[in-house]
């Protein structure tokens, strides 16, 4: 004290002025553009071996991002626009609708714990005018969600969509004390007064959950934290806040700690195509094949396995019924389906890489029933599709983005466990004397 | 102005950063928080709470209000008429109002420029907030002072230690404004 009243009147108006307006400088967008992961990795390339293990690892299951302005908003921001994006996914107006009905009946939630509608109701308003403009941009036949990125860019707009969420999610948790009463350190009428509803207050675990819970989970959305930290591990630390998701979207969000954003796993068209095995057999000249990056030449006629006809799995034509075009594929790759195992992250694979189980996605192949008829033409291609099932990482139509890196290639140079082998040494790449 | 008095965490309003965040957000959002506002005064006019009241400034900005409360009674401000401003940011009801105390008044959270100490109207400002329930925050403020974090420090000790000599401070300090 005695050191501030050395300061003169003047002077110690001019600091109260700069205190009263500093504002920590948070650069960028409120919501960005998706952007490749790969930049987070870059930041954490000198990092700790655990952060920069897992950053490299998550730049392969999950290429992209997208960055939630770290103004006290982010964990809110990103919930509320991936629930939005998803919806634009779907791309169902029907859906949209039922979901603005349910809105609605959600606004009982605020009314019962007394708030009154001529103060809600803009915020209502914004939410119900986004759902609004969702439903044009799929009928204008928008080809991404940058309506969406501009809408939360409006910082009125999206204040009103988040106080909307915060609110409901306040007064979802008023009505289910019992819930949650156990998690808060303080009385929850308090938490939410001075945690959920005020405006830039971070989101919280216990907040996120009932956010989850109140708004989220109504829609059948799933929600994934990815956990990037220090703890031990390869991988990012899955956690699934809603057991499930019937409709298969999933809401992804990555944590460091104190800021969310968003992530995008591999591949979002992965499950609108059919599922072809890749490692069973390549039947035909599979047009779709994006033969530029792989390092031999295809010639489907050596790579066609002789009694693939003979599977009656193939006879059937349609053997995997394509799954809704959802956005966010719907098994998450961190499930522990034995299917799922061998797609992790190659950078777990130090160590094992033989032990890599050969086949596991695929039907097991039926014992090679009597005499097949040799095959002595390739089977044209049928028009339900190719009957080849890749795995994930490979059925990106940009193979230069999520190279294969599972067991067909694991000698490739584009596996990138290699980059721990110290006896590992690249392929050069020689212009001219390929082929 | 003395400055030494204050916490200086607490202390201002925050009219500047709040114009500050409204010229990146403006657009034509002014139509929101009219709206908004508008909502908030035909609730007031509707139904009234007892001694408290707010009006649009007649210069037509919807932005400055007059607000007055009437001191509660048994509380050393019984019967007074206590007027405030109501500054609204362009981007009400995401940022509070910027509340000041027009008549000079004495009370461990109230500073002699009118400023005022409460947690609802800075960091803990929810959008459910309104003019409303900032008058009656301030109005059970009136005969329960926060002690812990005055502005006021030698009216907190007063407060708690003589209640008399608090009673005479206040009258001594109130002064009726004119009718603008």
New interface residues.
């Given amino acids: 004290m005695s050191n501030m009243n050395a300061l003169s009147a003047d002077e110690m108006e001019r600091f109260q002025k700069l205190s009263n307006t500093y504002e920590p400088d948070v650069q960028g967008p409120l919501v960005s553009r998706k952007e490749p992961t790969q930049s987070v990795a870059l930041e954490y390339a000198n990092a700790d071996h655990a952060l920069s293990a897992k950053t490299n690892a998550l730049a392969i299951t999950h290429p992209e991002y997208r960055i939630m302005k770290g103004d006290g908003n982010c964990g809110w921001r990103a919930v509320a626009f991936g629930y939005f994006e998803t919806l634009f996914a779907l791309r169902d107006p029907m859906r949209i609708q039922r979901e603005i009905t349910r809105f609605k009946s959600l606004e009982m939630l605020l009314k019962q714990v007394g708030h009154s509608e001529h103060l809600y109701e803009i915020f209502t308003e914004a939410t119900e005018d986004l759902f609004t403009q969702t439903i044009s941009a799929i009928q204008g036949g928008a080809g991404d969600e940058s309506f969406l990125v501009d809408a939360f860019n409006n910082e009125f707009a999206s204040s009103a969509v988040i106080t909307h969420f915060r609110l409901l999610t306040s007064s979802w948790m008023r009505l289910n004390p019992h819930r949650y009463q156990a998690f808060l350190s303080l009385p929850l009428e308090q938490y939410c007064a001075s945690q959920i509803d005020p405006l830039k207050t971070e989101i919280d675990e216990v907040g996120l959950q009932a956010l989850v819970d109140g708004v989220i989970e109504g829609a059948g959305f799933g929600v994934e934290i990815l956990y990037l930290d220090r703890s031990e591990g390869d991988a990012v630390t899955p956690h699934q806040l809603s057991p499930h998701s019937p409709s298969g979207a999933t809401i992804r969000l990555l944590y460091r700690p104190g800021h969310y954003d968003l992530l995008y796993p591999a591949d979002p068209n992965v499950n609108m195509e059919p599922i072809v095995n890749y490692q069973y057999a390549m039947t035909s000249d599979y047009s779709n094949w994006n033969e530029g990056p792989l390092g031999f030449d295809v010639d489907s006629s050596l790579m066609a396995i002789p009694n693939l006809m003979a599977d009656p799995s193939f006879a059937m034509g349609t053997p995997m019924s394509p799954m809704p075009s959802v956005s966010p594929t719907p098994t998450s790759p961190f499930r522990m389906s034995p299917q799922q195992e061998m797609y992790q992250s190659p950078m777990q694979t130090h160590a094992p890489i033989p032990s890599i189980p050969v086949s596991s996605p695929p039907p097991p192949i039926p014992p090679p029933s009597a005499a097949p008829p040799p095959m002595t033409t390739l089977p044209s291609r049928s028009s339900d599709g190719p009957q080849i099932r890749l795995n994930p990482l490979v059925m990106k139509p940009n193979l230069s983005r999520s190279l294969p890196v599972t067991t067909p290639f694991k000698n490739s140079p584009y596996n990138q466990a290699h980059f721990q082998n110290s006896d590992f040494e690249p392929i050069h790449w020689e212009p001219h004397d390929r082929r | ?1 003395d ?2 008095m204050e916490d ?1 965490q607490n ?7 709040a114009s ?2 409204s010229t ?2 403006q ?1 034509s ?1 002014t139509q ?1 928080v009219t ?2 506002l508008q ?2 005064l ?2 007031l006019m509707l139904s009234p709470s007892p001694g408290i009241s707010a009006f649009p400034d007649a210069d037509g900005n919807l932005l400055s209000w007059t607000a007055t409360i009437i001191g509660p009674t048994e509380t050393p401000y019984e019967g007074l008429t206590l007027k405030l401003s109501f500054a609204f940011p362009n ?1 009400y ?3 509070p109002p910027t509340v000041l105390f027009k008549t000079p008044i004495y009370h461990p959270n109230f500073d002699f420029s009118g400023r005022i100490c409460l947690d609802i109207l800075k ?6 907030y ?1 003019v409303q329930s900032v008058l009656l925050s301030l109005q059970s403020l009136l005969g329960e002072p926060n002690n812990a974090s005055p502005l006021n420090a030698q009216a907190a000790e007063l407060w708690d230690s003589d209640q008399e000599e608090f009673k005479r401070h206040v009258l001594a300090r109130h002064r009726d404004l004119d009718e603008e």
């Avoid at chain 2, 202390?11 to 950063?17: G, I, N, T, V």
């Avoid at chain 2, 960091?123 to 459910?128: N, P």
């Fill in positions: 102005m400055y030494s200086t202390s201002a309003p925050d009219a500047l950063e500050k965040l990146t957000a657009r959002d929101s709206k908004r909502a908030e035909m609730q981007n009801p995401y940022s960091d803990k400002w929810s959008a459910v309104n």
